[in-house]
């Protein structure tokens, strides 16, 4: 509940905290539960399994004994309310985060399991030879079966700052504690089997018992726990029978699924319907199921499941429009972005509402999409989903834009604003101007609204010193004002410590400054995109940049993108900056092998004479055995390569020709490096290697 949801507008445990004042110091544990269970049996004799899982979450007291459950959780709490939402999402977080999909499959696993059991039904000798039983009990013997548990806390200090110093430093300073507990731990030992028939203990148990829920408060230290299958809830023994079942869904699974999905393949008759909505539940900046490649299945496509995604589909697209219209509006501020923005986008509203602007609303079709190519981007932030939202200045004009997902960018509304006219009275000026006095000096100031207000409500004696982070933020604000300001080193560096691409807006001058750039970079790496060409040729800078976006390499300086170490270092952060290094580099054998062994796809980048060279191939797959699966068929075909590789690491026989994994000699170097290579191999042809063998043997 701590990170960026899955959901769009799903707001963390920690949003709500920030939203009930952060002074509040919670202690709490959540846990996974589920709530309901059900065997289906269909008239074809097929079983299908159906759980409807939750969150549930509890407060808890620290004493002197330890943390325990409070007598009473307020419904209103942080961390009730992200288990509330948490449930009412729950389909749509499953089909989208890897972790939780595959945590429903094994509530639905052990639901078919305990039916099997209750209902004693006898299975087949065959569905006992499924899986190397050896093999399972040598792999169950070194395998810790106990999960870590996670234990959150998040603190929250305040400064009180007065003339530049901090008040009552003697006294310390005070803080307050959000502190989130929760884990995993599996319990299958709890299953009601009927007598006569009940497994072996050790067949069954998987960890110490499952958790109950609580509904008295516990006694004594509480161990957090993460997840409550429950399942001696259920009765399953009676299974609940439905119809015949309809034709398959016109759908695929694995990287076929995943092509049909990005238009890359065409998809299956009477599959375009299911594809659209389909794209919508895996986007990929809410969805790491992509992860999963030739193991990903398809969700459940019955109308009844379809309904439930697609109503939560719209509420997503409710919350998108919102998000529009708002931004779109002239109530929307740079800072103050409202509850329907990450909290990310908000910082401080006295700033963002110090300046009194009147916008008018102008026709968008006063500026044209290349107008925005010489525009200053005032903001430029994404959501979640990766709705792209963009705020430029051009011309006297204000105009803000949006960009869905792989979408294209769309002006949604233009403003001309001014600043509004204050009536000024200059207390020092004895007498009054007259129309023919002649002027001989005039001053521009920047005046803050705010201060204007309080120096009118009482003398300078009683006005309150704003803290220096009040201070530093309407400092950063002022570079987007007028040109003036821009050579400001002061208003530049609070500019660039808050966003390090305001570095745009600085003067030649100040994009010269070491101390300026470095701090820019450090914020965001691409700042260097900014920052004068002689510190886009210093190592430092450059270095300091692509530590933080190792793209950052886009923007050095020609013979700094020809530097072994600054473009190393660049791919150990991220193996894409390759393709910004040059091209001395992009052919440098060991980048290139530092870059495959963080993702197996850079490898796509090596030149010809590289990819022609069996022992870098080599090399490459022994880094990342990944790097097969988009080698050329010719190499893939290769006996001795091919024999050389398997003997390192037995996975890779995965990806060998079909003819190599006949191949007696590499099917047994496979298996013996790993015993789990056999699953990439025919039964029929490991029966015949081992027969050889034990005949070579004999």
Same mark, same amino acid.
């Given at each position: 509940g701590e990170y960026e949801q899955p959901v769009i507008g799903m707001k963390s445990a920690f949003d709500f905290t920030e939203a009930e004042g952060i002074d509040n110091e919670w202690f709490a544990r959540a846990w996974f539960v589920v709530n309901d269970a059900e065997v289906y049996v269909t008239e074809d004799s097929i079983l299908i399994p159906r759980v409807e899982m939750g969150v549930e979450a509890r407060e808890q007291?620290?004493?002197?004994?330890?943390?325990?459950?409070?007598?009473?959780?307020?419904?209103?709490?942080?961390?009730?309310?992200?288990?509330?939402?948490?449930?009412?999402?729950?389909?749509?977080?499953?089909?989208?985060?890897?972790?939780?999909?595959?945590?429903?499959?094994?509530? *639905?696993?052990?639901?078919?399991?305990?039916?099997?059991?209750?209902?004693?039904?006898?299975?087949?000798?065959?569905?006992?030879?499924?899986?190397?039983?050896?093999?399972?009990?040598?792999?169950?013997?070194?395998?810790?079966?106990?999960?870590?548990?996670?234990?959150?806390?998040?603190? %929250?200090?305040?400064?009180?700052?007065?003339?530049?110093?901090?008040?009552?430093?003697? *006294?310390?300073?005070?803080?307050?504690?959000?502190?989130?507990?929760?884990?995993?731990?599996?319990?299958?030992?709890?299953?009601?089997?009927?007598?006569?028939?009940?497994?072996?203990? %050790?067949?069954?148990?998987?960890?110490?018992?499952?958790?109950?829920?609580?509904?008295?408060?516990?006694?004594?230290?509480?161990?957090?726990?993460?997840?409550?299958?429950?399942?001696?809830?259920?009765?399953?023994?009676?299974?609940?029978?439905?119809?015949?079942?309809?034709?398959?869904?016109?759908?695929?699974?694995?990287?076929?699924?995943?092509?049909?999905?990005?238009?890359?393949?065409?998809?299956?008759?009477?599959?375009?319907?299911?594809?659209?909505?389909?794209?919508?539940?895996?986007?990929?900046?809410?969805?790491?199921?992509?992860?999963?490649?030739?193991?990903?299945?398809?969700?459940?496509?019955?109308?009844?499941?379809?309904?439930?995604?697609?109503?939560?589909?719209?509420?997503?697209?409710?919350?998108?429009?919102?998000?529009?219209?708002?931004?779109?509006?002239?109530?929307?501020?740079?800072?103050?972005?409202?509850?329907?923005?990450?909290?990310?986008?908000?910082?401080?509203?006295?700033?963002?509402?110090?300046?009194?602007?009147?916008?008018?609303?102008?026709?968008?079709?006063?500026v044209s999409p290349k107008d925005l190519k010489s525009a200053v981007v005032v903001l430029d932030k994404s959501t979640e989903d990766g709705v792209r939202f963009r705020i430029y200045k051009h011309n006297a004009l204000e105009v803000r834009t949006t960009q869905d997902h792989n979408g294209v960018e769309t002006i949604g509304s233009v403003y001309s604003f001014a600043q509004c006219r204050q009536d000024y009275r200059i207390a020092s000026m004895k007498g009054s101007i007259r129309g023919d006095d002649k002027v001989v000096k005039v001053t521009i100031a920047s005046v803050d609204a705010a201060d204007m207000a309080a120096s009118r409500e009482g003398p300078a004696t009683e006005r309150k010193t704003a803290p220096a982070s009040e201070r530093k933020d309407r400092l950063a604000k002022l570079i987007y004002s007028n040109g003036a300001l821009r050579a400001?080193?002061?208003?530049?560096?609070?500019?660039?410590?808050?966003?390090?691409?305001?570095?745009?807006?600085?003067?030649?001058?100040?994009?010269?400054?070491?101390?300026?750039?470095?701090?820019?970079?450090?914020?965001?790496?691409?700042?260097?995109?900014?920052?004068?060409?002689?510190?886009?040729?210093?190592?430092?800078?450059?270095?300091?940049?692509?530590?933080?976006?190792?793209?950052?390499?886009?923007?050095?300086?020609?013979?700094?993108?020809?530097?072994?170490?600054?473009?190393?270092?660049?791919?150990?952060?991220?193996?894409?900056?390759?393709?910004?290094?040059?091209p001395s580099m992009r052919s440098d054998r060991d980048i290139i092998l530092a870059s495959v062994q963080r993702n197996p796809f850079a490898l796509e980048h090596a030149p010809e004479e590289l990819m022609a060279d069996r022992d870098f191939l080599l090399a490459a797959v022994r880094k990342n055995a990944l790097v097969l699966e988009d080698m050329p068929k010719r190499v893939r075909a290769d006996r001795d390569f091919m024999l050389r590789v398997v003997q390192g690491n037995g996975f890779a026989l995965k990806y060998a020709s079909a003819e190599l994994r006949e191949d007696s000699e590499i099917i047994l170097a496979a298996v013996d490096q790993d015993r789990r290579a056999s699953e990439y191999v025919d039964r029929g042809a490991l029966a015949r290697a081992l027969e050889t063998r034990e005949r070579l043997q004999a």
């Open positions: 007291e620290k004493k002197e004994s330890g943390v325990t459950d409070a007598p009473v959780t307020r419904p209103d709490h942080p961390m009730v309310r992200y288990a509330e939402l948490f449930t009412h999402n729950f389909e749509l977080v499953a089909e989208r985060k890897s972790v939780v999909h595959h945590l429903r499959e094994a509530a *639905k696993a052990s639901i078919l399991a305990k039916f099997l059991l209750e209902a004693q039904v006898k299975l087949e000798e065959r569905w006992f030879d499924l899986a190397d039983w050896s093999a399972v009990k040598e792999a169950a013997l070194g395998c810790c079966l106990e999960v870590p548990q996670l234990w959150k806390d998040r603190t %929250h200090s305040e400064l009180r700052v007065k003339d530049g110093a901090i008040v009552d430093a003697q *006294k310390g300073v005070s803080a307050s504690t959000a502190s989130l507990y929760g884990g995993v731990e599996f319990g299958l030992g709890r299953f009601s089997v009927p007598p006569g028939r009940r497994a072996p203990g %050790h067949m069954l148990t998987a960890g110490a018992g499952l958790m109950a829920r609580t509904i008295a408060p516990a006694r004594g230290v509480l161990r957090p726990q993460g997840v409550d299958l429950n399942l001696d809830r259920f009765n399953l023994s009676e299974p609940v029978k439905l119809g015949a079942r309809g034709p398959p869904p016109a759908v695929m699974a694995g990287n076929a699924f995943w092509c049909c999905i990005d238009g890359k393949a065409a998809p299956p008759a009477g599959g375009d319907e299911d594809v659209a909505f389909l794209k919508e539940v895996f986007n990929p900046h809410l969805s790491d199921r992509r992860s999963e490649g030739e193991r990903f299945v398809c969700p459940d496509l019955s109308a009844s499941y379809t309904k439930r995604l697609k109503d939560l589909l719209s509420e997503e697209a409710e919350v998108r429009k919102q998000r529009k219209d708002h931004f779109l509006s002239k109530e929307f501020v740079i800072g103050d972005a409202g509850d329907l923005f990450p909290t990310s986008w908000s910082f401080s509203v006295e700033v963002a509402q110090a300046l009194d602007l009147r916008r008018n609303p102008c026709p968008p079709s006063m400001d080193r002061e208003v530049v560096m609070a500019a660039v410590e808050k966003d390090g691409l305001a570095l745009e807006r600085a003067t030649d001058d100040l994009k010269a400054d070491r101390e300026i750039v470095q701090t820019a970079v450090l914020d965001k790496g691409r700042a260097l995109e900014f920052a004068s060409e002689g510190l886009r040729g210093d190592r430092d800078a450059v270095m300091a940049a692509i530590r933080e976006d190792a793209c950052a390499l886009e923007h050095a300086s020609e013979e700094l993108r020809g530097d072994r170490e600054v473009a190393s270092e660049a791919v150990r952060h991220n193996s894409f900056a390759i393709t910004f290094a040059a």
